[in-house]
């Protein structure tokens, strides 16, 4: 079920998910907190909290939040705007742009390029704790910073660390290809088109009443103290901006939506540049305890936007915000579209967690696919002629559509014999089997496919992998006994690919 299927049943599932999420733990980190679940560009259910100033009136959709670090996001698909307009080369120096930019490894100028800035290897160490406080800090301070070249930590290319200052320096590229600030660009080239009326990176357009104030607490929300908004200075354009869970609703969308068939807004942004963002460019290292109790198989940084591979459901993007004051998350599952955003104004309030443990539970109450893959064909045709061939009790030789390699890699006898085995481990193969398609179990990607044939004490488990020559050929051939219904050959862990959904193309 999607979020466009069975309305009522997926917005009962959103609330359930949302109250799960802002649970008492978390509304009593932040005076004021609120959690959506979004699908297609709109908020299909909100929870809030609390108020968000210091007065009586109440949280609601449209207080507006500080997004802090989601602005990464904004900043880095003004870029690649850019770079599709051909003003950009992300594998150019960044001193092409920016000469102040320099840079010292081991004693030696090291080169930094816009592809490593934005994913987070050009190696700059880490700088959260830093540059939180130095939002708000000239230009000309910034550039000051590189005088004689910054030290680099790690050489370029190598390693995840996570660094606004790095970030930033595609702000000023930005700006020495343009007529105008970062700030401005990026309201030209998105708020505006997309009508993200509600986001911007000062507070100044804003009416005082819908304008979350900031706060911190050292006693565990005991008691809240007021904290002034950090500044909006050169490095703004990682971390200044403020929206709230409509605008980034729809900012979720767009960007999620260029995996689907029907990208949103292609003359903004191309989809394939789109996806180029929620790739995974650098390796983050997955820590125990870390992941907050996520299944993840792995985790990556893109262009402005942490990737995750979650065991369970697949592909999910996100990227969380934290400053003095407040704290943010927004995370989308690839598969089906369906987004949570959290924010909350107090930096302990811990947007990461909630909005994590929400969209695990709508995903898990709508029983989301990982993935949606729809075969070749000439994969499904070949998978017909393989199944019927092992239910008629042919020899593998006779197998059709394999490639030459084949009947190399294994021999015939030693595959009829292996396959002889798992016959008799099943107790035979049931003459009559139901419909193919209601046998499939999954498909890895369009070249492959795993299905089931009946037996009288168990199930055959086959998988087939085609080479994509002109005429597509089985590559590879294997098949298993198991347990009545089992998904896995006994051994083999259970992975997000046992929970793809298989279409027609």
Known sequence: MSAEDHDDDFDRAAAEALRRGLDEQARRLAPASIAAVCAGG????????GTPRDDSAPTTP?????????????????VLVLRDRGLIDLHAPITRYVPYARARYGGEDAAMTGDLLLSNRAGLGEDNAWADRHLGDSRSEIAALFDGGVRLSARPGTTYQYSNLGQALLGRAVESVTDGTVEDVVRELLLEPLGLTRTAYVADGYAPEDLARGYRTFDGGATFAPEP??????????????STVGDIAVWMDFL??????????PDVLAAESRRELQQAHTPIPLQPGAD???PLAGSGYGYGLVVEDDRRFGRIVQHSGGLPGFSSHMRWHVATGTGVVAFGNSDEFGARRVATTALAAVLEAID???????PWPATVDAARAIDAALVAGRGTAQFPFLADNVLRDVP???????????????????AHQEPFESRVITAGTEAALRWRIKGEDGDLHVELRMIGLPEPRVQSLT??????GARVPEGQPEGAEENHRVERS
Do not use: N, W, Y
């Not at 507006?64 to 698909?77: C, D, E, Q, T, Y």
């Not at 908004?229 to 403020?242: D, K, Q, T």
């Not at 939506?257 to 029907?262: I, K, N, P, R, W």
């Open 412 to 430: 015939v006898e030693v595959r009829d014999s292996r396959l002889a085995a798992c016959r008799t481990r099943v107790g035979g193969v049931r």
């Open 256 to 265: 999620g939506s260029a995996f689907g068939a029907h990208p949103v807004r």
């Open 479 to 484: 098949v298993s006994a198991v347990e009545p």
């Open 229 to 242: 908004l950090v500044g909006s200075g050169a490095l703004a354009c990682i971390g200044s901006m403020f």
């Open 42 to 49: 709109r908020v299909r259910a909100a929870l809030t909290h």
């Open 292 to 294: 907050g109790g996520q």
């Open 62 to 78: 449209d207080t507006v939040f500080r997004i802090a670090s989601m602005s990464k996001s904004f900043l880095s698909a003004a």
């Open 368 to 374: 989301a696919p990982a993935a949606v893959v729809r």
